[in-house]
């Protein structure tokens, strides 16, 4: 089976799933207010893409913070969490991810709740 990273398009196909996915938070009430005060959304974008591409084994290195130094302090309430996985699953769907693939991404964005809920 190929890998992860392979199966979600590499870094270029990464890029589209970021893109649309903070295309989506802006557009969510639940979170938009949230990425609208990111005062460096190109950062931001780039350290999604890095830990994406990082993350499904890709040759990438993620030179971003680690998950619980970045929400911590943030008071993320499960709700938000849910609404974000949501818009990640529908950027997912966008791109023409099939279902196995998106339940290996759920699986492991679950993985990290912890260090992103109520941290």
Do not use: W
Not at 32 to 46: N, P, T
Not at 70 to 84: C, D, F, L, P, R
Request: charged letters at 25%.
């Amino acid at each position: 089976m190929e890998r992860l990273y392979a199966r979600l398009g590499r870094n270029e196909g990464i890029s589209r799933i970021v893109d649309d996915t903070m295309a989506a938070h802006l557009a969510n009430p639940l979170v938009k207010a949230r990425f609208e005060s990111i005062k460096d959304m190109d950062r931001a974008r780039k350290m999604a893409i890095e830990f994406f591409c990082a993350g499904s084994g890709g040759p990438e290195p993620y030179t971003g913070r680690d998950m619980l130094a970045t929400h911590k302090g943030m008071n993320i309430s499960e709700q938000e969490y849910i609404a974000v996985m949501d818009d990640i699953l529908g950027a997912l769907a966008k791109n023409g991810i099939d279902q196995p693939t998106c339940n290996e991404v759920v699986a492991i964005l679950y993985s990290l709740k912890a260090e992103i809920i109520r941290v």
